[in-house]
């Protein structure tokens, strides 16, 4: 089922999600099931799956030189959302990319989420990768997020690529984009960020889901804002909770957003990175509470990869 209409099901009622990562290439799939686990009595109506970008790796010839090679560390996006859509009966929602994708291989992807009854995609730019310093779109493919947002619609119309085939199945993928409360790291203000993110509903996206923030009021404000610039679709907040003292340096250095003087000054008194996690779901489920009492659609965690500190707080308010 769609996301917007998981949405619409519930009349109002606040629910559950969370986004994980695929396991490192090599790894087994059931540290995902064991993570995903603890979950699952929670009921979240779909599961967010991401995508990592391709990196460069060096390979030691033995002859003092090195062999440049690209490879992506984390593969698999979409046999898992097809995996954990079976195993679990729940929606999975694929993050698809413009970065590192020709235009015919993200049509390929999306026939196989068709395929496998996948009906909601999240469309996204991508970050630069490691090397690079700003984002370079692939030879032949997209280059911003509404550039994939309008590929996937004209799926949605039976429109394919080079108009080879002639189309009597229409895939109906419902559509997530991504939207910044602090604004995007490389958009000039917040307001010429907002005209971008309009430009993705009007390309067809559905819904937003919120880069991480810390201090519910940026939410509340970029929702009036995104209202008052017209984007009318469910804008779903995404929350992480704080793990690690060295949050304190990466967060705000990786995803450009501030983190609030008392939270910051909480996590500088813990003795330990236990500590620091139990003061992570504390503030997570105090901003989830009112989240949740303002009436959010969603509630939508990122785990990375690991479900103890999202099930103590969804255990306080699912
Ligand atoms: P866009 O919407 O394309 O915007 C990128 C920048 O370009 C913005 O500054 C925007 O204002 C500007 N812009 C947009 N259109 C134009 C235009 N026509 N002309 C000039 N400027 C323009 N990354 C991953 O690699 N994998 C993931 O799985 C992943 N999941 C994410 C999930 C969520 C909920 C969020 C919030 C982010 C996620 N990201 C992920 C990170 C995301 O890829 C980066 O934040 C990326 O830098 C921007 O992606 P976007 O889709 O918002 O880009």
């Not at 503030?283 to 989240?291: G, R, T, V």
Request: charged share 25%; aromatic share 8%; hydrophobic share 35%.
């Amino acid at each position: 089922m769609k996301v917007t209409n998981h949405i619409k099901k519930a009349k109002g009622k606040t629910l559950f999600s969370f986004e994980i990562i695929p396991p490192q290439k090599g790894r087994s799939i059931q540290e995902l099931y064991n993570n995903i686990d603890p979950l699952m009595e929670f009921n979240p109506p779909f599961i967010d799956v991401t995508t990592s970008r391709e990196q460069y790796i060096y390979i030691d010839k033995g002859d003092g030189l090195l062999d440049r090679k690209i490879t992506r560390m984390r593969p698999g996006t979409v046999g898992i959302c097809a995996a954990i859509k079976h195993k679990y009966n729940v929606d999975t929602v694929p993050h698809v990319l413009c970065g590192g994708f020709t235009k015919e291989e993200t049509e390929y992807l999306l026939v196989d989420c068709h395929y496998l009854g996948i009906d909601n995609v999240m469309a996204l730019r991508g970050d630069a990768m490691s090397h690079q310093k700003y984002f370079e779109p692939s030879k032949g493919g997209n280059h911003y997020a509404t550039d994939l947002v309008a590929q996937i619609q004209n799926l949605n119309c039976g429109k394919y690529l080079h108009d080879v085939v002639e189309s009597d199945h229409k895939s109906d993928f419902c559509i997530g984009v991504a939207g910044y409360p602090e604004k995007h790291m490389e958009a000039p203000s917040l307001q010429a960020d907002l005209r971008r993110l309009k430009e993705k509903v009007n390309a067809g996206a559905d819904y937003v889901v919120t880069q991480m923030f810390f201090d519910n009021e940026k939410y509340f404000e970029f929702v009036e804002k995104a209202k008052e610039a017209g984007i009318n679709v469910p804008i779903i907040p995404g929350i992480k909770p704080l793990a690690v003292k060295r949050h304190l340096q990466i967060l705000p250095q990786v995803f450009k957003i501030d983190l609030p003087e008392t939270l910051v000054n909480e996590v500088e008194k813990c003795k330990d990175n236990k500590q620091v996690r139990q003061v992570g779901v504390e503030w997570a489920i105090k901003q989830s509470e009112e989240l949740k009492k303002a009436g959010v659609p969603v509630l939508h965690y990122y785990s990375m990869g690991k479900s103890d500190n999202i099930k103590a707080i969804a255990s306080k308010l699912f």
